[in-house]
């Protein structure tokens, strides 16, 4: 029998199944897992680790490295600051247009980045639609600046924060909110006091992830901002120079730009296992 | 769930009826990017008058290729924009004996009518501009940097792009005021940018040998393309582009 064909029996809760997991399942999941791992470790494996403080220690990769810190942190300041807000309109009852809403703000998920990169030009370029009366005003333009960078890495970061804060007011209590909201507290006032503090691990799960995702971030950034050590070539982009001329080097920032937002990402799942 | 089934089966047949190509095993050409256009319009006469012998490209930076080529990928010809690049892979016995079948010369290109006034490498040391080029670790950036030194010109760039369709890019969506580039990229992108000589440009300018890969499966006819870029026709459909003779 299908289970969604089972009637809804109440007091009989259904028993965990006590067999072992079906092998095609698992033959399944372990391929993904292969999938996923094994170019990883074909990375690690591959890496001059010999070269390691040599190549972290040359100009390039130390002025790559400090310029992807910056942005990609300023990046994710910006992301939290308009990115809870945003899907705390989402995740309201009875909001009518969320649905597109939430379709809209998947969009820079599933575009290729280099189109992201190309999007960017057309509104903040020194003709965009934007960008152009802004630089016949000003004189000044966002392209080549690391401005440019921090704008494209929000704009491929901030998605993955919304639908990570947007999931997690979902799953929240809201009779916490309405009893704040009886109690006689302002809107503002239970948002603040009490749904942030409720929605802290979301908000910092989702913060991580667009972090990781900013500094990580390519295609938007080569095509929008430029490639200028120290101002707009940030690792990834080092990255992609070096394999022209130094493999080697290349391999080591990649390893690096792997591994870290990992160990951070299982740091952080230390902590909410333990606090939550 | 049967949903789920007919969507995954009908991912499965556009995949299968788009990989069912029947046929001889056609002669795979690795070349360097700015071949993009040139190269093709070669091909089909060399096609012609060999069987109707079928080609398909790889184009891409010529590092990356020679990279491809060094980890096995299947090629028959490699044409660089590098000799350097070139003579590595000769040095591991992975091509024959390479030759050089054209030139390129690097141009200052603008957006159209050059609003900036960008008409000599001094102009590129103009504070007020943004300016373009290769980074030096590329074969563009390389004949730039030679370029500048040679003209005793320290340039002010706002960008070190990673290859030369970059620079142009940036130039045609007018977001640079001048970038360097080859003649070649200016006349293939006629309209969205011009382009300025640049004097002694020749000193600085770029070699394309092309060789036969040697763990290619058709060596013969690989051999006979290399040679095929030689003779007048090929090289004069390569004069058309704005290529020099080798």
């Known amino acids: 029998m299908r289970p969604d064909r089972v009637p809804a029996g109440r007091g009989t809760p259904l028993r965990p199944p006590r067999e072992r997991a079906p092998w095609p399942l698992l033959a399944a999941a372990g391929l993904a897992l292969l999938w996923l791992t094994v170019p990883l470790l074909g990375l690690v494996a ?21 310029l992807s810190a910056g942005t990609a942190g300023l990046a994710t300041v910006v992301v939290v600051l308009l990115g809870v807000p945003l899907a705390w309109l989402l995740a309201r009852p009875r909001s009518r247009a969320a649905g597109w809403l939430r379709a809209l703000v998947t969009v820079p998920l599933i575009l290729p980045p280099v189109v992201g990169g190309v999007a960017l030009l057309s509104v903040w370029g020194r003709s965009g639609l934007l960008g152009g009366p802004l630089h016949d005003l000003t004189g000044w333009a966002l392209p080549f600046t690391p401005w440019a960078v921090v704008v494209a890495q929000v704009f491929v970061g901030l998605p993955f924060l919304v639908l990570s804060v947007e999931g997690s007011l979902r799953a929240l209590d809201r009779r916490h909110e309405e009893v704040s909201a009886t109690l006689g507290a302002t809107g503002w006032q239970t948002f603040t006091r009490v749904t942030l503090p409720l929605l802290a691990p979301g908000v910092l799960a989702g913060a991580v992830l667009a972090w990781a995702r900013a500094l990580g971030e390519f295609g938007a950034t080569i095509t929008f901002a430029g490639n200028f050590p120290g101002t707009t070539r940030t690792v990834p982009l080092q990255v992609y120079l070096s394999l022209e001329d130094d493999p080697g080097a290349a391999l080591v920032l990649s390893v690096l730009l792997m591994g870290v937002p990992l160990v951070v990402l299982l740091l952080l799942r230390g902590r909410w296992t333990a606090r939550w | 769930m049967r949903e789920l089934t007919a969507v ?15 046929g001889p095993q056609p002669l795979v050409v690795h070349a360097a990017a700015s071949l993009t256009d040139v190269l093709p319009r070669i091909g089909s006469r060399f096609s012609a008058e060999h069987g109707g012998v079928e080609l398909v490209y790889d184009f891409g930076g010529s590092s990356s290729l020679a990279e491809r080529i060094r980890q096995g990928s299947p090629g028959d010809v490699f044409v660089s924009a590098s000799e350097p690049v070139m003579e590595s892979l000769a040095g591991t016995g992975l091509v024959e004996q390479p030759v050089v079948v054209a030139g390129n010369v690097l141009q200052i290109a603008t957006p159209p009518r050059n609003p900036a006034a960008v008409d000599t490498l001094d102009d590129f040391t103009r504070a007020e501009l943004r300016l373009v080029a290769c980074d030096p670790s590329v074969p563009c950036g390389a004949a730039a940097e030679q370029l500048f030194t040679t003209a005793g010109v320290e340039p002010r760039l706002d960008s070190l792009e990673g290859d030369v369709r970059a620079v ?19 006349l293939a992108a006629a309209g969205r940018v011009e382009g300025v000589d640049v004097p002694g440009a020749e000193a600085a300018s770029t070699r394309y040998p092309a ?16 040679a095929y870029l030689l003779t007048p026709p090929a090289q004069q459909l390569l004069a058309g582009a704005g290529f020099r003779a080798p």
């Not at chain 1, 390691?52 to 390039?60: N, Q």
């Not at chain 2, 142009?168 to 200016?186: H, I, M, P, Q, S």
């Open chain 2, 211 to 226: 060789a036969v890969v040697t763990t290619g499966e058709r060596t013969e006819e690989a051999r006979e393309l290399v």
């Open chain 2, 8 to 22: 995954l089966a009908a991912l499965l047949l556009l995949t299968v009826s788009a990989g069912c190509s029947p």
């Open chain 1, 46 to 66: 591959r890496a001059p680790w010999a070269r390691l403080g040599e190549v972290l220690g040359s100009t390039p990769a130390r002025q790559a490295l400090a």
């Open chain 2, 168 to 186: 142009l890019t940036k130039v045609a969506a007018d977001e640079a005021d001048a970038g360097l580039v080859y003649r070649t990229d200016v």
